[in-house]
């Protein structure tokens, strides 16, 4: 090796070991992903890159990943269904067989014999072999998820509903069940769009729904809500709710909120301004 290419790969460890250290509760492990060629190393590191989450560093001679990550917020499969779903198989999760069709001939690499199915199976112990699954179709996913965020967006509306009533002590007392239900969601169990937006809100969702629930402070408690409103809304959005939620406006707030009903009790002025507002959007 020259001394130029020391000197990169001193400089492509430093800045690996940079993004190692902003992820925080880390853990390690060693998965084989299958692949050809170097454009295959750069597709698969930018799926399964998340900042501060997440860092993968694939090898394209042993066909072996590191992958790191903040098992606070993600986990190994998480990591590898976003692999997959560019194209890559690994030895728990095999690549739609479209989305393989597609990569460029010199990284489509050679698949072994595995069946891609839609459900999880249990796989035999000598083997050691599981499948791949696109099992974003598996009902019983499906219905985890459901179960597991309509617990979130319930505890949100008895929120929003004390708030119009203007019963600041209620307020309170369903903003720690609302965090409550929050900190009880097991986010592996959420379909991949639904588990990229959560990722994304849960932060603050969680601030907002501690700092209501710590104050009977009426207009403090409205402030929080405007930020918890608007996260809330990105979630339910892309959670597609079964039955029509209404995205509502209030032009005195410059702020929105979210109800079961089209008719408008707003939320930041109760019985003073009670109706002031509109519906923006049907979300269904």
């Known amino acids: 090796m020259n001394s130029l290419n020391k000197i990169m790969m001193a400089i492509l460890v430093l800045l690996s070991g940079i ?33 501060n989450i997440s860092h993968v560093d694939w090898n394209e001679d042993t066909k072996m990943a590191t992958l790191t990550y903040d098992e606070n917020k993600t986990n190994q499969d998480e990591i590898l269904k976003r692999i997959a779903l560019v194209g890559y198989d690994s030895d728990k999760f095999l690549a739609p067989a479209d989305v393989y069709s597609k990569l460029p001939g010199c990284c489509q690499y050679d698949r072994e014999a595995k069946v891609p199915v839609k459900t999880p ?22 219905n985890q998820e459901s179960n597991q965020l309509q617990s979130v967006f319930d505890n949100y509306f ?11 002590k209620t307020t309170a007392s369903k903003a720690n069940e609302l965090l409550t239900s929050i900190e009880t969601v097991k986010m592996e169990a959420l379909k991949m ?92």
């Open 19 to 51: 993004s190692n250290a902003q992820i925080k509760n880390t853990k390690t492990e060693s998965v084989k992903i299958y692949g050809n060629c170097g454009m295959c190393k750069t597709k698969i590191e930018k799926a399964g890159n998340l900042k």
């Open 158 to 168: 008895s929120l929003k509903d004390a708030l119009v009533k203007t019963d600041a």
């Open 193 to 284: 769009d639904v588990h990229m937006v959560w990722m994304k809100v849960l932060k603050d969702l969680k601030a907002d729904a501690k700092s209501i629930s710590e104050t009977q402070d009426i207009k403090k408690q409205r402030d929080s809500f405007k930020s918890l409103s608007k996260n809330t809304y990105e979630l339910i959005k892309v959670s597609k709710p079964t039955e029509p939620v209404y995205y509502q406006y209030c032009p005195m707030q410059d702020a929105n909120w979210l109800s079961k009903e089209n008719a408008v009790k707003n939320p930041y002025y109760g019985s003073q301004m009670l109706t002031c507002g509109k519906t923006v959007e049907t979300i269904k």
């Open 121 to 142: 199976i249990k796989v035999d112990a000598i083997s050691r072999e599981t499948v791949l699954v696109e099992d974003n179709h598996n009902p019983m996913s499906e």
